[in-house]
């Protein structure tokens, strides 16, 4: 298998699912950014991994001095140690995974991750997604590149989706229902929301995520992008997907069916189990995480979102409607306005109020068919936003 984004939350998880059974998995090549060598090389020893990628081309020089360091701290011989081959640049986690696996694990954070995904289908590899901006940013594009059951979800919500539509046929679903935590301000209104710093918006309840995915929880923008990639993956329409809070992260996602059953997937918060499940689908692996304790009384609540509170969701819904170009501006436009609110420049409830802004004065930038028209559309989201933040600051200083 090749692992993309192998530093990253997805990636050491990955790598220690894979190490709990090494009789399963052979690791042919990692990639990770490369601000982290020393962590990377250590990955490619404890692994076996032929290539490591490095998405900086000034870091393979550190990485190779990294992975000498190892070798020597485990006390490998001089000479008994073959440098893994190395690939360096902002291409090397596209070229590794077009290399092809049975498996590739796409753990890479952004819309970045796009061309290693085209890449992977391409060459045959099943793929294992938890990069679901590319799904979202590409869109047509990546449907029209992905075999029948070639892309398998990581995400902890689409995983259980996906196991709970095995107890039906397609025509027996009436709806999808995604669960959300409810991030570190459920229950607040709107008004709340306005003096929330960036420490707070980082503090979520339950999960241990990066910045960006963190900050995505608590707008709700990633609860957003999941019923969009929800609707990409299992084609149902948008008023059929439906988010409920459900605060202690057990259930994490429901399928009601047309006879008003519904089946939901529970287990404890853990992205080990949708990541092993996701590498060896349609199998699972054996112990591995703890299961539920149905020895202890516990209780598990169910509320609706507050949408005035948390309107990231309609505005997805209305963006993934009228498709083409539009959800890759949504999803490039909330990461330019996350940055500047981890900068200072934005005020909590002014990420999504900006995302609304763009998506709302966008062209239509048509369906696209290539990976540039992705990124012009991306692009143009990104100084219009930039443009919009720089122009209120103007302001607010005059």
Request: proline letters at 6%; a negative charge.
């Amino acid at each position: 298998m090749i692992l993309l984004g192998s530093t990253g939350s997805i990636g050491t998880q990955a790598l220690e699912v894979i190490a709990q059974h090494p009789d399963r998995f052979t690791v042919s090549g990692i990639a990770a950014g490369g601000t982290e060598p020393q962590l990377l090389a250590k990955q490619a020893l404890d692994s076996g991994a032929k290539t490591v990628a490095v998405a900086r081309a000034t870091a393979a020089q550190d990485l190779q001095l990294a992975f000498y360091a190892e070798a020597t701290r485990r006390g490998y011989a001089h000479g008994n140690y073959a440098v893994p081959e190395i690939l360096a640049g902002p291409k090397a986690a596209t070229e590794l995974a077009g290399r092809g696996a049975d498996v590739v694990l796409n753990g890479i954070t952004g819309s970045i991750g796009l061309e290693p995904t085209l890449a992977a289908l391409a060459s045959g590899s099943r793929l294992a997604l938890a990069n679901k901006e590319s799904l979202i940013a590409g869109g047509d594009l990546v449907l029209a590149r992905a075999k029948p059951g070639q892309i398998v979800p990581v995400d902890s919500e689409h995983s259980a989706l996906a196991q709970c539509l095995r107890g039906g046929s397609a025509p027996e679903v009436d709806r999808l229902i995604l669960t959300a935590s409810g991030g570190p301000f459920r229950g607040r209104t709107r008004a709340d929301l306005a003096d929330v710093t960036v420490a707070q918006a980082l503090a979520h309840p339950t999960w241990a995520m990066g910045p960006v995915i963190t900050i995505n929880s608590a707008t709700m923008v990633n609860k957003a992008l999941e019923v969009i990639e929800a609707h990409i993956l299992f084609g149902i329409p948008y008023d059929r997907i439906e988010v409920v809070v459900h605060p202690q992260s057990i259930v994490h996602s429901m399928v009601q069916f047309v006879d008003g059953s519904t089946l939901a997937q529970a287990s404890p918060p853990s992205m080990k189990l949708p990541i092993a499940l996701a590498l060896t689908w349609p199998d699972r692996l054996p112990d591995v995480a703890p299961a539920l304790d149905w020895s202890t009384a516990s209780g598990w609540d169910f509320e609706p979102l507050d949408e005035a509170a948390f309107p990231a969701v309609e505005l997805a819904r209305t963006v993934g409607r009228t498709g083409r170009c539009r959800p890759a501006v949504y999803n490039a436009a909330n990461e330019e306005a996350v940055a500047g609110f981890l900068n200072g420049n934005l005020p909590f409830t002014g990420i999504v109020d900006t995302v609304a802004r763009i998506v709302d004065s966008a062209p239509d930038f048509g369906v696209p068919t290539s990976v540039s028209d992705v990124n012009s559309a991306e692009s143009w989201a990104r100084q219009q936003v930039r443009a919009l933040i720089a122009g209120e600051h103007s302001v607010a200083r005059s």
